[in-house]
């Protein structure tokens, strides 16, 4: 039992090593529906500073979550979206979002 929980456990830190931190379910959250701009992203997180912002994209760039492209219009745009690999987190995403909203309306 105890090895199937260190087991367990490894893959537990892996995911919050992935997607620890205040923000990055947060960015994720927002980029579900579709490709976001710095700028979009920015104002749907107002609390966010734009360097721990752009910090936390590129973690998750890194780790293969979000791909950003960059498309040379004037002036350049840049937007970030799912990679496929990505989109397999949707569906802890949606967890995590019910289970909020099930903890609010226990709160009440």
Not at 80 to 103: E, I, Q
Request: hydrophobic share 40%; aromatic share 8%; net charge positive.
């Amino acid at each position: 039992m105890a090895e199937i929980q260190t087991e367990g456990t490894v893959f537990v830190q892996t995911t919050l090593k992935v997607l620890g931190g205040k923000w990055k379910i947060l960015i994720l959250w927002h980029l579900k529906d579709e490709s976001r701009r710095f700028s979009q992203l920015k104002r749907l997180i107002p609390d966010i500073s734009e360097k721990v912002l752009s910090q936390q994209l590129r973690e998750l760039e890194k780790d293969g979550i979000v791909t950003r492209t960059v498309y040379s219009d004037i002036p350049p745009k840049v937007e970030y979206s799912f990679t496929d690999y990505g989109r397999s987190l949707m569906p802890a995403l949606n967890v995590l979002c019910n289970w909020g909203k099930a903890h609010l309306q226990r709160l009440k």
